[in-house]
Each structure stands twice: as structure tokens, then as C-alpha cells.
T-cell receptor
Framework: AQSVTQPDIHITVSEGASLELRCNYSYGATPYLFWYVQSPGQGLQLLLKYFSGDTLVQGIKGFEAEFKRSQSSFNLRKPSVHWSDAAEYFCAVAPNRDDKIIFGKGTRLHILP | NAGVMQNPRHLVRRRGQEARLRCSPMKGHSHVYWYRQLPEEGLKFMVYLQKENIIDESGMPKERFSAEFPKEGPSILRIQQVVRGDSAAYFC???????????????FGPGTRLTVL
């Protein structure tokens, strides 16, 4: 069965510092991969997605993610975080294009001033 | 183009009552997905519907839960005889039909937060 692991429940970084959120997936073939962000009490916003092609994907708000097949990883990065980036981040996988999405448990990002 | 709309945003029910959650997909979207988010958890898939058809209900609890997406009107997630464990945030997502731009992406609504007393 497909699964997504986000090993860090909480991460704290200082404003202006770089960020990397880890994500590993379990799936036999190359899945469709996503990162979503959820602010408190809000719905989910898609940051970026990977379906095929270039393994480095650019998203909104200055985020990027890199698909590494050998490591079954899809880590999210941002070179310099802003206080407004404080939120919960979900990595997700879907086996097909219009299939259900399987989410990780999320990583809550805290930003120090 | 308005986004996915869900109402109510907050719903309070007593044990044993019924909860009805509504989801209006984005204009032109014919696929609807329901997910549940328990406290401190990620979202869990419940059901996938197209107009008048349930495509995948593998995530739906076997009892008390049902979903529909009629030809006209919003999609409804119905929970009968609610229990405390049903307290959660319920999110709806929609995507456009096959062969259209953006069909690979699910767009999420703001969610309905259900509290069972």
C-alpha cells in the first residue's frame, strides 16, 4: 500500500534561514507527488506538484522540491523563510492522476523572529 | 472563478443527531473528493464521486456515513447518529474532467469543522 512519511513533526527555524522539510514515500512505481500548506483553521493550498520530467520542481511562494527516485524522497526547500511561512506542511502522493491523495501526517513549521 | 465552497464552516451536533456537510465544487469541475482530518493527523481519504456516481468509497466508514453528488446541486456528506469520534475537520476537493486543463490537481475547500458534544 502507498504511504507517505514525514519524519519531523515540528521544525523551528529563524526568519531568513533556509528550510528543508523531509518526505519519503512508499510506492512501486513513480507516483504523483504534492506538497500542500495549511494555515491554522484554513484549508489546503497546493504549493507544487511533480508528475514527470525535471526532478526539481518550482512552486509558489518561493518553494521548490526535488524528486529523488533512488531515495524515494520528495523534500521541500526554501532558501529564506518568512514569518508568514509558519504553517503546517503536508507531503502527499497519488497513484494516478485523478485518484485519491494519500497524505503524510504533516510537519508544523515555526518561525523565530 | 470562485473556489471550492463548503458549508457550514462550523457545525455543532449532539450525539445521535445527523450532520450534513455540503460542498460546491469549482465551476466546471465534475470530480469531488471528501477527506477527514482528525486532530494532529493528516487528511484521510473518504470518498471520490463524479456526478451521480460513487467512484471510490474505500475510505468511508461502513456505517452511518454516506455521500452523494447529484446531477444538480452540491455534494453532500451525511453522517447519521454522530458520535464524539466523528469530531474532525472535513475537507472537500474538486478537480476538472479528464482531458481538461488542470485535471491533475485537486483544489481544496476551507473545510467544515464538526464538533460532537
Amino acid at each position: 500500500a502507498q504511504s507517505v512519511t514525514q519524519p519531523d513533526i515540528h521544525i523551528t527555524v529563524s526568519e531568513g534561514a533556509s528550510l528543508e522539510l523531509r518526505c519519503n514515500y512508499s510506492y512501486g512505481a513513480t507516483p504523483y507527488l504534492f506538497w500542500y500548506v495549511q494555515s491554522p483553521g484554513q484549508g489546503l493550498q497546493l504549493l507544487l506538484k511533480y508528475f514527470s520530467g525535471d526532478t526539481l520542481v518550482q512552486g509558489i511562494k518561493g518553494f521548490e522540491a526535488e524528486f529523488k527516485r533512488s531515495q524515494s524522497s520528495f523534500n521541500l526547500r526554501k532558501p529564506s523563510v518568512h514569518w508568514s511561512d509558519a504553517a503546517e506542511y503536508f507531503c502527499a502522493v497519488a497513484p494516478n492522476r485523478d485518484d485519491k491523495i494519500i497524505f503524510g501526517k504533516g510537519t508544523r513549521l515555526h518561525i523565530l523572529p | 472563478n470562485a473556489g471550492v465552497m463548503q458549508n457550514p464552516r462550523h457545525l455543532v451536533r449532539r450525539r445521535g443527531q445527523e450532520a450534513r456537510l455540503r460542498c460546491s465544487p469549482m465551476k466546471g469541475h465534475s470530480h469531488v473528493y471528501w477527506y477527514r482530518q482528525l486532530p494532529e493527523e493528516g487528511l484521510k481519504f473518504m470518498v471520490y464521486l463524479q456526478k451521480e456516481n460513487i467512484i471510490d468509497e474505500s475510505g468511508m466508514p461502513k456505517e452511518r456515513f454516506s455521500a452523494e453528488f447529484p446531477k444538480e446541486g452540491p455534494s453532500i456528506l451525511r453522517i447519521q447518529q454522530v458520535v464524539r469520534g466523528d469530531s474532525a475537520a472535513y475537507f472537500c476537493a474538486s478537480s476538472p474532467p479528464r482531458g481538461t486543463s488542470g485535471k491533475d490537481t485537486q483544489y481544496f475547500g476551507p473545510g467544515t469543522r464538526l464538533t460532537v458534544l
